[in-house]
């Protein structure tokens, strides 16, 4: 379906837009080749990943000298950026805040409800709405899936169209996170992802960066995935169905070391309570999940072990001197992909200055 076809036929009704098909639905959040709005995995092809992997590449390199990152800091210092992050989040948003400031944007901030007029009764629609007024980009997070989606859809029909960034959408998506794991992925693996098998571990039903990562894997041949979890903490099936149609093997297991010899990556992720009903997850078994001090002797000597933080006991802390645990690494990549995201959708990606080595 063509952008214009959503804009004037179901793009009128918020409920038959949410309903259409993702793939029907992309072009509405794209302009001139480029994304408009980033607020899912399914944005990504092949060719988009590596250009923002080049760019990314480039920003870090080129911002290396006082030269290059005041040339970088001129190319959007005329754009303000408005972050909105309506639950928790340290790496997010510090992230995107040094992403702007590395590009030159201003920011400004909301990070609870209670300081904002939804406290005076002010719908989240009509808040965002006024973001609008005042910035060029708003980069959100918050705990109701779809509400990026929805807030990205009625900013593309106001007079003063703002571009939306997906920081993390309940349990649904973030697909920013799945952007800089497979960054990490191509940076800490030789050949990036492709052929090689990715065990993802943890609460994989609840946890939206799991979800966001294997639609992204789409792009690669030849990969395998192992989803290892507690059997009331499996993937969702559109997620196992996906994978299906896109040929992507993968199997599940309920025990983490006998899978952890044939691992090229291991992706560990927290058990997400904050979505428990009643504390249900406090009463499951959880040793079988965690990756031990003890574990390093088993995975290759080429393997990585990734995390999106926060973690709790799932990675003993005795693993970050193992120069495979590369979680610290992988939460500095977040800064520089999302900046080279943000360099894309404002189209200056390719006026980012060489650094000193070409
Ligand atoms: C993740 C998130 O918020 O989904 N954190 C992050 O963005 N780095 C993972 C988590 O909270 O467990």
Redesign the pocket.
């Known amino acids: 379906m063509k952008r214009t076809a959503l804009m004037t036929d179901v793009g009128r009704d918020w409920d038959a837009f949410h309903a259409t098909d993702i793939s029907s639905k992309l072009p509405y959040f794209s302009r001139e080749n480029r994304l408009y709005d980033c607020l899912f995995s399914q944005q990504f092809d092949r060719d988009l990943l590596d250009r923002l992997f080049g760019v990314a590449d480039r920003l870090r390199e080129v911002t290396q000298s006082k030269t290059g990152a005041d040339a970088v800091r001129r190319l959007l210092s005329h754009k303000r950026a408005m972050l909105y992050f309506v ?6 948003f510090l992230s995107f805040l040094n992403a702007c400031h590395i590009l030159g944007l201003k920011t400004s901030e909301i990070r609870d409800t209670s300081t904002s007029s939804e406290v005076k009764g002010e719908s989240p629609e009509d808040t965002v709405r006024t973001f609008s007024s005042y910035v060029d980009l708003i980069i959100m ?1 918050h705990p109701l899936p779809g509400f990026v989606e929805k807030t990205a859809w009625f900013m593309n029909r106001v007079k003063r169209p703002v571009p939306i960034i997906n ?2 959408s309940g349990k649904d998506q ?1 697909p920013t ?1 799945a952007l800089l794991d497979v960054y990490t992925l191509h940076r800490s693996l030789k050949g990036g992802p492709e052929g090689k098998t990715i065990v993802m571990v943890g ?1 994989l039903k609840r ?3 799991v979800r966001s990562l294997s639609y992204l894997m789409k792009n690669y041949k030849g990969v395998k995935l192992v989803f290892v979890s507690p059997p009331q903490l499996r993937m969702e099936a559109d997620i196992l169905d996906f994978l299906k149609r896109h040929g992507i093997p993968c199997r599940e297991a309920d025990d983490l070391a006998p899978v952890l010899p044939e691992a090229d990556a291991v992706y560990m ?2 058990i ?1 309570d904050e979505h428990d009903k009643a504390g249900e997850s406090k009463s499951l078994d959880l040793a079988r999940f965690d990756f031990r001090a003890e574990h390093l002797k088993v995975i290759k000597p080429t393997a990585i072990i990734m995390h ?3 973690r709790r006991h799932e990675i003993d802390v005795a693993v970050d001197e193992d120069d495979r645990a590369v979680y610290w690494r992988q ?1 500095r990549n ?1 800064m520089w992909v999302r900046a080279a995201l943000i360099a894309h959708i404002f189209g200056v990606d390719g006026l980012i200055p060489a650094g000193d080595k070409h």
């Open positions: 639950q928790p989040s340290t790496r997010t997070r920081g993390g973030h996170q609460d946890g939206r960066t992720t927290r997400q999106p933080l926060p939460e977040g």
